[in-house]
């Protein structure tokens, strides 16, 4: 069965910092690989997501993440953190199901 | 579109009481989620609906829950009785795609904050 894992729980990085959070994966084929963004009180809004083709994938908010098959990782980057970006990241796996798995999650705060 | 919709945002219960959560998908959406979100276990999918028709239940944690799709835009998650473990923040999501197409966004509501006393 497929799994996802977020080893940082807990990051903290100035503002205008650059950013990379972990996600690495059990899956036995080629996943379909997310990450989501939720803000305090909110539901989970998709920053980005990769099934095929250029492994550098861009998303929403200056966000990108890279898809890396050898080291069954897709690790979420950005150049240039803004305070507005503190919230909980969450990294999810899909198959040929209509299932996401999930991470636990990793809570980002960023001091001025 | 309003996106999801889910009423009520929150809800504070007592032990033995019944607790019904609201859920109106994107008009349009094909696929219903409900998730369940504790700090200890994290996101967890309980049931998904395809056409209205429930798909999979298998996260589902007892038989004091139970989800129903009536209609194409409203679905209910239900506990009875309620249990003080049962706190947690419940979503729903919805999406648009064929059957096995994970890959599809799935758009979340805001969440219900549930607390049984």
């Known amino acids: 069965a497929q799994s996802v894992t977020q080893p940082d729980i807990h990051i903290t990085v100035s503002e205008g910092a650059s950013l990379e959070l972990r996600c690495n994966y059990s899956?036995?084929?080629?996943?379909?690989l997310f990450w989501y963004v939720q803000s305090p009180g909110q539901g989970l809004q998709l920053l980005l997501k990769?099934?095929?083709?250029?492994?550098l994938v861009q998303g929403i908010k200056g966000f990108e993440a890279e898809f890396k098959r050898s080291q069954s990782s897709f690790n979420l980057r950005k150049p240039s953190v803004h305070w507005s970006d503190a919230a909980e990241y969450f990294c999810?796996?899909?198959?040929?199901?209509?299932?996401?798995?999930f991470g636990t999650g990793t809570r980002l705060q960023v001091f001025p | 579109d309003a996106g999801v919709i889910q009423s009520p945002r929150h809800e504070v219960t007592e032990m033995g009481q019944e607790v019904t959560l609201r859920c109106k998908p994107i008009?349009?959406?094909?696929?219903l989620f409900w998730y369940r979100q504790t700090m200890m276990r994290g996101l967890e999918l309980l049931i998904y609906?395809?056409?209205?028709?429930?798909?999979?239940d298998s996260g589902m944690p007892e038989d004091r829950f139970s989800a129903k799709m009536p209609n194409a835009s409203f679905s209910t998650l239900k506990i009875q009785p309620s249990e003080p473990r049962d706190s947690a923040v419940y979503f729903c999501?919805?999406?648009?795609?064929?059957?096995?197409?994970?890959?599809?966004?799935?758009?979340f509501g805001p969440g219900t904050r549930l607390t049984v006393l």
């Open positions: 999810a796996v899909g198959d040929n199901t209509d299932k996401l798995i």
């Open positions: 899956y036995g084929a080629t996943p379909y």
């Open positions: 609906f395809n056409n209205n028709v429930p798909i999979d």
């Open positions: 999501a919805s999406s648009l795609g064929s059957s096995g197409s994970s890959y599809n966004e799935q758009f």
């Open positions: 008009s349009g959406h094909d696929y």
């Open positions: 990769y099934f095929s083709g250029d492994t």
